[in-house]
């Protein structure tokens, strides 16, 4: 479809700056309403630091918006149907800026937990995710796979039974032994696995590739001291001895896709083994931690916290202080991405414990992004519940906004 009327509107918008009409121009291809109604949409987002485009190089989305990567396992014998791409579609639809997928796994026997998470290698489920992109590309959308290797973290949601476990030191939680200490082979033969998921996502068109080392799964549990005892060079007793593992799956991966396609990592301090831990305790620590990565090739990091709002070293900067995403930005220089709770009252554990949570407004999140504390958000509950999230935010029709009942997870609306 072509824009109507473009270089009319394009004079009137040079009364506007170049990210309105970046931001115009998008919206003008998905809906081609009206002249009037197109000043109004402009007028009335101009201002607000959602809506305001990003660039890396040239990398560009429209919005701050992000989808977080969101495990659905819709996708069976690994492979996403057509039912996943139109579920991804209508987020693209609703003009989400950058789409990441559930995780899906790498060309490793042990790398999921599930037989109806997607995988990311072999004919049949890469031609599914070769459909998910081109349905987001052709409604405007932009998207990268979030690629992920399980390791020895159990899914208590599946009864499946995950063959060949492996990990680090043989360990699922801190002293509990699970499936099989990885060997030098093992590992060289994960970081080859991670380097061609990376290169068949850009090869099939995906505009961004994110790794998963968050959470407690396989690159987490390398960082992790309480599940890698190992006494080899992947091993040893500080984070950034310990990063080595991770620092080699990010280079392998940067020499597959080469220079300016965009490494996303996913970090966290918590694990699903216990959401308490802590592993850089100072800025100092967490510099030590993803300086190495950064070096490696990460252009942006994605630092994930179960509510954005709560600061990371509140002792140095109080309780209003830098979160998460916040640090890492300043500490690396690096554009991060932020989550946690965003337009919902209760976070994520809670509502995988059966709780229902209300909707919450945004102010918070804006006066953070106001500041420039970190550069994107990502929605996880609130867009897997509500595939017109972002058009109720763009239209500021946030008491619209609905509850998260766990039951949503049953369906992909
Ligand atoms: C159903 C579900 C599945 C998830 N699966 C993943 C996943 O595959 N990879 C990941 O990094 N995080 C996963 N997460 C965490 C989300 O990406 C996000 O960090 C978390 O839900 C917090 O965001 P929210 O409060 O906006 O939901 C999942 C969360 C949910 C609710």
Redesign the pocket.
């Known amino acids: 479809m072509q824009p109507r009327c473009e270089e009319p509107l394009k004079v009137v918008l040079i009364l506007l700056d170049d990210r309105s009409y970046h931001e115009f121009y998008r919206h003008h291809w998905s809906f081609e309403p009206g002249l009037f109604q197109h000043r109004e949409f402009l007028m009335s987002n101009n201002n607000d630091i959602l809506f305001q485009p990003f660039t890396l190089g040239s990398f560009t989305i429209p919005n701050r918006i992000v989808m977080?990567?969101?495990?659905?396992s819709f996708s069976p014998n690994g492979i996403p149907t057509q039912q996943v791409a139109d579920y991804y579609k209508r987020r693209a639809e609703d003009g989400v800026g950058l789409i990441l997928s559930?995780?899906t796994t790498i060309a490793r026997n042990g790398s999921r937990n599930d037989e109806n998470i997607p995988l990311f290698y072999g004919e049949a489920p890469l031609k599914g995710w070769s459909r998910v992109i081109d349905a987001v590309h052709e409604s405007g959308g932009r998207m990268g796979p979030?690629i992920?290797h399980v390791g020895s973290a159990p899914n208590r949601r599946s009864q499946w039974e995950q063959p060949d476990i492996e990990s680090p030191s043989g360990l699922g939680a801190p002293d509990e032994p699970r499936g099989r200490v990885m060997s030098e082979q093992d590992i060289a033969d994960s970081i080859t696995a991670f380097a061609s998921a990376a290169a068949d996502a850009k090869r099939l068109g995906f505009d961004v590739v994110e790794v998963?080392g968050?959470?407690g799964y396989l690159v987490d549990q390398f960082f992790w001291s309480e599940l890698n005892k190992r006494s080899d060079s992947y091993g040893g007793a500080t984070l950034k001895e310990r990063s080595k593992f991770a620092i080699e799956v990010i280079k392998s991966i940067r020499t597959a896709v080469g220079p300016g396609f965009p490494i996303i990592l996913?970090v966290s301090q918590w694990k699903l083994q216990n959401y308490d831990v802590k592993m850089a305790h100072t800025p100092a620590e967490l510099g030590d931690w993803l300086n190495p990565l950064v070096e490696a090739g990460v252009d942006i990091l994605h630092c994930?916290q179960?509510r954005f709002w709560e600061p990371e070293f509140p002792e140095l900067d109080g309780a209003d202080g830098l979160n998460f995403a916040g640090w890492a930005k300043k500490v690396t220089g690096v554009p991060t991405i932020s989550?946690?709770?965003?337009?919902?009252a209760l976070?994520?554990i809670s509502?995988?414990s059966g709780e229902s949570s209300a909707p919450a407004d945004l102010n918070r999140l804006r006066a953070r992004m106001e500041k420039d504390e970190f550069d994107l958000i990502?929605?996880?509950?609130?867009i897997?519940n509500d595939p017109h999230w972002v058009t109720k935010v763009r239209e500021n029709k946030t008491d619209e906004f609905q509850s998260f009942a766990p039951s949503a997870?049953a369906q992909l609306v």
Request: glycine share 12%.
């Open positions: 977080a990567p969101m495990t659905r559930e995780g979030q992920w998963h968050a959470h996913r994930s179960r989550v946690g709770s965003v337009g919902l976070d994520t509502s995988f990502a929605v996880g509950r609130a897997l997870l």
